[in-house]
């Protein structure tokens, strides 16, 4: 299913180099005839390349950017999706929906995500008890409101700072780019592995009065995805200390274990208006207003054993290990659980913004802009856990390697009430409430001052906060030792399905034991424990993080010739300052104090773009900058999580300094004709504060020692690598193949670290960093007619760092296939058909190495038919 780095490597650079002779004979012919001046490209995901190239050459930045085109035309379930195509970014899926996305090799967290040029505020993670603080949820946005996304890698003085890798700026659509008009989609979408089909729909009602002074939008989106996700997955591997001389020394032990099918129905609604208001060449206003629900019910099956727990014996003598690892071996008194877990999420998003611009035609313009967003993330029917528990003897064997299943063998019949007692019940409520004020004044002089072009200034306030809650409570009253055979029937549901994991061999559990969750909760739960005080844990799981941030800047932009070489530049600096309160509760475990913690820095942060046009076809650039990333609010928040399944926990710590780094970027960018491009570029970023972690030890009465993991600055990273993109429509070719085209990229990254991370000196690894990354697209559109197919790949990374007795967490290299078909039966109605991950490509985990299998996330293929109409 997968190959290897080189072979897919070189045969995304042949692609490129099999096309350089057309492109060179084209571009040798092209300035010699009048009629290839003209050329007109015709077909829409041609015309959207074009616009996207253009926003690229004429940018005063190094830049990407996907339009509207390629957005609405692709099978993109959301804006990352979308994103995933564009030069140097990779993605990450949660239940095989786009989530967050990486810049060039550096993780989510590092990036900023803008609407309309302002900032937003960000829907948290309550599916568990993560906190990923600043990390944009694109699962919100639906790109059929979304005209184009800019992808800005070199940033200049007047932006926002904190983006360390990319800052994305999703434009949505406005009245004046659209005219009078009309437009909506209607589609059907099946899983076939969770064998629904779902509704989704959207519509754009857009007007512009007759002498184009004032237009009016109104969007609305609706999307629903039946998910269903099957997953064979280790938490990690852990050096028993107890074991070592059963083992004849220390070995990686597998700690947990757990068969699991994942189902999860979504719905998500969003409405987006704009005004836009030009009575006259002076003046422009704009209105932006978007709200988005997304709400996730999911229900998820599964069975947790415990081969590394403390009750389990090892058998002497059964026993295989290969580098370290236990990869077969036979347990007695294997602790197990049989789980169901159930959930009702909703992330509610509000954006509004108005822009003023008033240029006085004598060389003045002024902007001004004002920003509220609130995001409200919260678990609306809280998580609910229902367990069941028994003692089994296991086999266990994953000597077939990490892309294979492992064998989880037992006698007891797992699917059997009477093999099991009664645990606990468990119950979660999350709430999270992110707020962000916005206000921004910039001025710029037309100065026509010889090489001094203009000159701008700005200034700029924004207010941040964070409210985190969390409140976990457990009960085990008339469940705990109860045995399984005397709960009744009705308290039971049957397997869901009879294909868990069906493309996978293996001796492993394919059913188990379904507790009705509702039906538990319904009988045994004591409502009158949600009235009780908070616990020292609720407390210190509790924060709130506020911001305000004051920005100025000054900019000059330079226009001048070198000899016969037009070039332009942009000069600046940014100064900006920090104020920081991370209020909530300190805990040994017991006990939770409270505590308040306040911040001030202060950054100044300079750059440099330069522009060259070489030729009237080739384009250089060069770039240097100095940037920051703010840690995220979960991690200067002042709070402690203790693990329920494992003793460790993680915390905060309100004193991190930021990010701070110096990048470069150089790019040679050939337009070699209007529907065409080969583009180029080298990039460095040199990390001088980066965030490590670092653990401690704590007794918790009741839990014994737990090892905690915070947060501290120390270290330093060096990010360098290589970007090449083509993109060209062979409207050169004779009919009828002068509609095929192309579209490629491919990023190298690679990384330089010495830091410490608990007790361990890490080298030469980064979360989140793929060494390789590629995309490839051909197209083709003759008429009425189009279709697309495009694959994305990125290269094995490290997902999580371990420690010096837990494994690190690794990705495989991931590559899926999607395609589109689309047929204009008249001028204004086309029908579609697309698929999304057409291959069946799952995700794979592993540990320290490939010996030490962690997880198989499976969840199938998706096909969408609809229809398109445009008035």
Not at 172 to 190: A, I, K
């Amino acid at each position: 299913m997968h190959r290897t780095f080189l072979l897919r490597s070189a045969s995304a650079l042949a692609l490129c180099l099999a096309c350089v002779p057309a492109m060179t004979a084209f571009a040798d012919v092209a300035p010699a005839t009048e009629e290839m001046e003209e050329i007109v490209v015709t077909g829409t995901y041609s015309r959207s390349l074009q616009a996207a190239r253009d926003v690229k050459r004429n940018a005063d930045k190094v830049v990407d950017s996907v339009s509207s085109e390629d957005i609405g035309k692709f099978p993109n379930q959301n804006v990352a999706e979308a994103l995933q195509l564009v030069t140097g970014i990779t993605m990450t899926r949660s239940r095989s929906e786009g989530l967050d996305i990486a810049v060039r090799g550096l993780a989510s967290n590092f990036q900023t995500t803008q609407l309309n040029g302002r900032s937003i505020a960000v829907n948290e993670n309550v599916e568990n008890g993560g906190v990923n603080g600043r990390q944009f949820r694109f699962d919100v946005l639906p790109p059929e409101l979304v005209s184009r996304i800019d992808v800005v890698k070199s940033p200049t003085a007047d932006m926002n700072e904190g983006a360390i890798g990319g800052n994305i700026d999703v434009r949505t659509v406005r009245p004046f780019d659209l005219g009078t008009t009309v437009s909506g989609t209607v589609q059907g979408s099946y899983s076939d592995l969770r064998e629904k089909t779902d509704p989704s729909a959207s519509g754009i009602v857009s007007w512009v009065n007759d002498d184009k002074s004032l237009g009016l939008l109104l969007a609305g989106s609706y999307m629903k995805r039946s998910v269903r996700q099957d997953r064979e997955y280790s938490t990690g591997f852990e050096i028993k200390k107890g074991w070592s001389s059963l083992f004849g020394g220390d070995t990686w032990t597998p700690t947990r274990i757990r068969p699991t099918i994942e189902q999860e129905d979504r719905k998500r609604y969003t409405v987006a208006g704009a005004l836009q208001w030009q009575p006259d060449a002076r003046w422009e206003t704009n209105v932006d207003l978007l709200f988005s629900r997304l709400r996730n019910d999911y229900d998820e099956y599964g069975i947790d054993i415990y081969p590394g727990d403390s009750a389990a014996k090892p058998r002497p003598g059964s026993f295989t290990i290969k580098n370290g690892t236990l990869v077969k071996g036979t347990f007695d008194n294997v602790f197990t659980m049989a789980s169901r877990e159930t959930s009702g999420q909703r992330h509610d998003l509000y954006v509004a913004g108005l822009n003023q611009k008033f240029t006085s035609g004598d060389g003045w313009i002024v902007d001004m802009d004002v920003s509220y967003s609130k995001a409200h993330s919260i678990s609306e029917d809280p998580i609910s856990r229902t367990r069941l528990q028994t003692y089994l003897p296991l086999t266990m064997d994953f000597t077939r390697g990490y892309k294979n299943a492992y064998d989880l063998i037992t006698s007891t019949d797992l699917n059997n009430p009477a093999s099991y007692v009664g645990r606990r019940l468990e119950y979660r409520m999350q709430d999270s409430n992110d707020t962000d004020w916005g206000g921004r004044l910039d001025v710029t002089r037309e100065l026509n001052m010889g090489p001094l072009a203009s000159i701008q200034a700005g200034a700029e306030y924004r207010k941040r906060e964070r409210d985190y809650f969390r409140r976990d409570i457990t009960s085990n009253t008339g469940v705990a030792n109860v045995p399984g055979a005397s709960f009744s029937s009705d308290l039971f549901d049957s397997f869901p399905y009879n294909d868990f994991l069906s493309d996978y061999s293996g001796n492993f559990p394919r059913t188990w034991l379904v507790p009705d969750g509702k039906a538990f909760f319904a009988k045994y739960w004591n409502k009158a424990l949600e009235s009780n005080p908070l616990t020292a844990a609720d407390k210190a799981n509790s924060f709130n993080v506020q911001e305000e941030i004051w920005g100025g800047y000054a900019r000059l932009n330079m226009e001048t010739e070198l000899g016969s070489i037009p070039v332009s530049a942009n000069l600046g600096g940014r100064l900006v300052n920090t104020q920081q309160i991370s209020a909530g509760h300190a805990s040994n475990g017991t006990t939770a104090t409270p505590v308040r913690y306040e911040k001030d820095y202060t950054k100044f942060l300079p750059s440099l773009n330069v522009k060259a046009d070489l030729t009237d076809d080739l384009v250089g650039r060069f770039s240097v900058a100095r940037v920051l990333t703010r840690p995220n609010l979960g991690d200067i928040a002042p709070r402690l999580t203790i693990s329920n399944d494992a003793p460790t926990g993680s915390g905060g710590n309100p004193n991190l300094n930021p990010y701070l780094a110096t990048q470069y970027d150089a790019t040679l960018e050939w337009y070699f004709a209007k529907d065409a491009a080969l583009t180029g570029g080298v990039f460095f970023k040199k990390l001088d504060s980066y965030i490590t972690a670092r653990n401690t030890q704590i007794d918790v009465p009741g839990r014994g020692d737990i090892r905690v993991t915070t947060l501290t600055n120390g270290g330093d990273a060096e990010v360098r690598g290589f970007e090449l993109a083509y993109q060209q429509v062979m409207s050169f070719l004779p009919a009828p193949f002068d509609g095929l085209g192309v579209q490629a990229n491919y990023t190298h990254a690679d990384v330089k670290t010495e830091f410490v991370t608990g007790t361990r000196t890490v080298r030469d690894l980064l979360p989140g960093l793929s060494k390789d990354s590629y995309n490839l697209v051909g197209f083709y559109e003759l008429g009425p007619f189009g279709a697309r197919a495009s694959y994305s790949w990125r290269s094995a990374y490290m997902s999580g760092f371990g420690n010096e007795v837990s494994s690190d967490t690794n990705v495989d290299d991931f590559g899926t296939l999607d395609a589109s078909l689309s047929y204009a039966v008249t001028e204004n109605i086309t029908v579609t058909l697309e698929g999304t991950n057409l291959t069946g490509a799952a995700i794979y985990n592993y540990g320290n190495d490939k010996n030490q299998p962690r997880e198989i996330y499976y969840y199938g293929r998706r096909y969408t038919a609809g229809v398109r109409a445009k008035f």
